[in-house]
């Protein structure tokens, strides 16, 4: 009797009151401000890097800039222009919309600097793609450089979404003092 006593109870004191929702939780993250210097390994161009990153040095004149914190790299590759400007400006555009598959748009934007020779495009990837940002710059005669962002995980968009618009900066930030040497 004791124990249907105190179901009764619990249940009575249990069910009173109202039930109000938690508040939605948001995300915070909190990246430094970049802070960039000139790169200072040799190569046939030059560019602000952000002092958080990690260089590492490829073969063929290309770069891998490191985010450790983030799991993310942007891919570097430099080819000559030798007669074959067009392949190289389709053979860009072809690796971009080679995500066509996972994304949900791609954006482009074109860039020109004429007084430093540099002209190109960024392309934003929206969408569970590989890579989110991309650009390509050329000065037209001599030098072609194209950059990609990877995650080291599988590509969830809305989850790298605040680091993707935190290396935007930094990419911005390459093609604005990119220097062809």
Not at 87 to 108: C, G, P, R
């Amino acid at each position: 009797m004791y124990k249907y006593l105190c179901i009764i109870l619990l249940i009575l004191v249990g069910c009173g009151g109202e039930t109000i929702p938690k508040p939605k939780a948001y995300l915070s993250l909190d990246y430094p401000q970049s802070l960039y210097d000139k790169l200072k390994i040799v190569r046939p161009y030059e560019f602000d890097i952000p002092t958080t990153a990690n260089i590492v040095e490829l073969p063929k004149q290309w770069l891998k800039i490191q985010y450790p914190a983030l799991k993310a790299s942007v891919d570097i590759t430099y080819r000559p222009v030798n007669n074959n400007l067009k392949e190289l400006l389709m053979e860009a555009e072809k690796l971009v919309f080679e995500h066509t598959i996972k994304a949900d748009n791609i954006s482009w934007r074109d860039y020109a600097n004429a007084e430093r020779k540099v002209y190109g495009k960024m392309c934003e990837i929206s969408g569970n793609a590989a890579s989110q940002l991309q650009f390509h710059v050329t000065d037209s005669t001599k030098h072609f450089l194209k950059a990609s962002l990877f995650f080291y995980s599988k590509p969830n968009y809305d989850s790298v979404l605040p680091a993707v618009e935190h290396i935007k900066k930094d990419m911005i930030q390459i093609m604005e003092t990119l220097e062809w040497k």
